[in-house]
């Protein structure tokens, strides 16, 4: 059973218009990362909640919000998405650390039009 | 930059050799992941190594960390044509962030 799901799997969005992308868990886990991810690129660590504790990392554009209302879900808001924003946007989940691996979704492949 | 450093980028190797990658962070970790991605499909994890551990083997893979140099390596061992695909290492910090290495894409020729 899918333990980190990510709806919906494929977004078509026009430019400007906001969008946004969902994550739920069933792991209970503390901790949820947001990450994009480009063609032939590795994933890029966007921000990550530590329970309702939200972590923004320094080179993440305004653009990009999120929102945690409850330990299993977890939104990415993309306020005026631009050409350069379509990718892969993948989220995982985390216990504490040091020893648990991290989970994570299937990703929703976004595309801007 | 967030991310560490793979190499090499791009690695092409017959099936049944040995294939060897290697991951360079930055930050001081509580752990470190390899993970395996085929072309425009999700992350698939394969092993975690803690920060007091110095090697760890799962089936045919064998990873080492080395926290001095702050290094890690990954052996895949008798490779097959179905290792072909991106590995990427990935580093959680002190301060739960996660970050993954550039990558490195492997080929398995059969």
């Known amino acids: 059973d899918a333990m980190v799901i990510q709806n919906p799997r494929y977004q078509v969005t026009q430019f400007g218009k906001p969008v946004t992308l969902s994550c739920s868990q069933t792991l209970n886990h503390n901790v949820m990362y947001w990450y994009q991810q480009k063609s032939s690129q590795a994933p890029k660590l966007l921000f990550h909640y530590y329970d309702k504790d939200f972590n923004n990392e320094a080179d993440t554009p305004d653009n990009f919000q999120s929102r945690r209302p409850n330990t299993s879900f977890c939104f990415l808001d993309i306020r005026s998405p631009g050409l350069g924003d379509a990718a892969m946007y993948l989220c995982?989940?985390?216990?504490?650390?040091?020893?648990?691996?991290?989970?994570f979704g299937q990703g929703t492949r976004l595309t801007v039009v | 930059s967030q991310q560490g450093e793979e190499d090499p980028q791009a690695l092409s190797i017959q099936e049944g050799e040995n294939a060897t990658m290697n991951c360079s962070y930055k930050?001081?970790?509580?752990?470190l992941q390899w993970y395996r991605q085929n072309s425009g499909r999700g992350l698939v994890h394969l092993i975690l190594?803690?920060?007091?551990?110095r090697e760890k083997h799962s089936g045919r893979l064998r990873v080492t960390l080395d926290t001095s140099k702050k290094s890690s390596s990954l052996l895949i061992t008798a490779s097959r044509a179905a290792d072909t695909a991106s590995y990427f290492c990935a580093t959680l910090n002190t301060g739960n962030q996660f970050y993954f290495g550039t990558g490195t894409s492997l080929t398995v020729i059969p």
């Open positions: 190594i803690r920060s007091n551990e």
């Open positions: 995982a989940t985390s216990g504490d650390p040091p020893n648990t691996e991290a989970f």
């Open positions: 930050t001081s970790i509580n752990n």
